[in-house]
């Protein structure tokens, strides 16, 4: 029978050994360091609060050093908060809770409570200028207006491939992005408003759709917008020589869109073999997929 051997805990420090300890993080020497790193990573996630003060030292190296040692255990804690998250929701999960989950293991210092604030402001101003008692197209052309000439926002055709396309603070920052995340975020804006807008994952592309009781439109977000009708769909598809598959034109619950977010970001760490965050993605769609 195995025994489980737990790992021998790091000694105790008292206050001026911290310090002793803390201050060689900007030894020039880089073994030095390097050593000094592992030891303070060996205490866990107790060291962030040592190294709290030391983010607004004199010394750049001290300090830059600091931040990174205090952000690998912020991204490991937003890392199992989002995989929790994965595992245990549904598909109709909170599409905001996870996507801001999602930003937070590249980004654990984003205020996401100011992001939310920032999207119910922009909803607030849209309803100024909108009637939603018109007609669909009349109002989603409205949105449209707003989204991408009051905010400015568009598609990155320039850097596709970048990964901030699909962390949402990002997006939000530069006012650019890839086609499901430019889609998640006017989904977040027109959920705000109780239209009935869904995502819709066509083979290489995401669009949007609106449909009521009366009409359906399709909006592709990533192209200013522009609003579709069924057939222009079809006809994308049947160009695309992926033909009228059932399925292509059926909504993503909130569970697929993040799916969908997160094969994109592997596609892109396969690419630029970006090993440890192509490894953190692909934990993260064998949580989705479950």
Known sequence: MSVHVAPPQAPRLNESQRKA??????DEDSAVFQEVREKLLGFGPLVVEWLKPYTLNSDPVLRRRTVEIIRHFTRHEADNAFLLFCLHQGEDCDLEEGIWLLARTQYPEINQQAYRALLDSHVADLLQKIDLTSPPREFLSGINDFFFNHLGYSGNENNYYDPDNSFLNRVMDRRTGNPVTLCALYLLLTRRLRLPMTGIGLPGHFICRYQS????????????GRLLSKSDCIRYLQHT????????????SSRRILFRICSNLRQIFQQTEALDELARMQRYLAALAR
């Open 21 to 26: 300890l803390i201050s060689l993080l900007a």
């Open 213 to 224: 009781s009366l009409e359906e439109v399709y909006v592709d977000v990533f192209n200013r």
């Open 241 to 252: 020589h992926h033909g009228l598959q059932e399925g292509f034109l059926s909504p993503l």
